[in-house]
């Protein structure tokens, strides 16, 4: 049982329920809560910090509700994994992994020749139906599924195989196979997850999920890849830096 070090001030305007929640989910991010670490329950912590139960139980709710805490009978309430923070760069998701530490690995879904769909083949500069190379993968972050992939690349690129993709990132190969990345165009949504979704990515259907379409082009201006992604919002983030013009 992990100990909580909260203080909450009455006098504050803000809502005490959230003042517990942002403390915990500060010790959440900071690491000193780490994952599968089981909290006290919430009788224990109402008793602790002298509040009232419904209080404790709505803390402890909008934690679940963000995907950092949760719940599980007969265990009771533990840490899940830390959310995913991703900068906006031209890097692969399977590098930013594990740069920090999330032990990433892949499960390989497809790996062949197709027609190239209307929106693969636009961001190609291919023709509608043309034969490309596609690329189907989910994702795992520490064990938990986190994104499931779709990318396209023109017919004749590069020679790639499953084991490569269960090894490295895309764009790991891409630069193996001397392929020099320069810049990418990249559009960020969200959708809700279909039945199909839901069951690959461990979410109930209809839950949030981020959604991501990238074109990287070369270093002589080719469309190199076109990547389709969905990503767990629970567990994954987009981080931009913004400046003043």
Request: net charge positive.
């Amino acid at each position: 049982m992990t100990p909580l070090a909260v203080t909450v001030d009455r006098r504050s305007p803000v809502p005490l329920y959230f003042q517990v929640a942002e403390q915990i989910e500060a010790e959440i991010v900071a690491g000193r809560l780490a994952p599968g670490a089981k909290l006290p329950n919430e009788i224990v912590l109402a008793d602790q910090l002298t509040l009232s139960r419904p209080t404790m139980r709505q803390a402890i709710q909008y934690l679940v509700d963000k995907g950092l805490l949760v719940r599980k009978r007969g265990v009771g309430t533990q840490v899940v994994q830390s959310q995913v923070r991703r900068s906006i760069e031209l890097s692969s998701l399977y590098d930013d992994l594990a740069r920090a530490g999330q032990h990433p690995s892949t499960v390989v879904r497809d790996l062949a020749l197709c027609p190239a769909p209307e929106d693969a083949a636009a961001a190609l500069g291919v023709p509608a139906e043309a034969e490309v190379l596609r690329i189907r993968r989910l994702r795992y972050a520490s064990d938990e599924p986190l994104a499931l992939m779709t990318n396209y690349l023109p017919p004749g690129l590069v020679e790639v195989t499953a084991e490569q993709l269960r090894a490295n990132g895309l764009y790991a190969v891409l630069r193996g196979a001397g392929i020099q990345l320069r810049v990418a165009r990249q559009t960020i949504g969200a959708c809700a997850a279909s039945a199909a979704q839901a069951k690959d990515l461990h979410e109930n259907k209809g839950a949030a999920l981020l959604t991501m379409t990238r074109t990287a082009y070369d270093d002589v201006g080719r469309a190199v890849e076109y990547g389709s992604h969905v990503y767990r919002a629970a567990r994954y983030a987009f981080e931009l830096t913004l400046i003043e013009r």
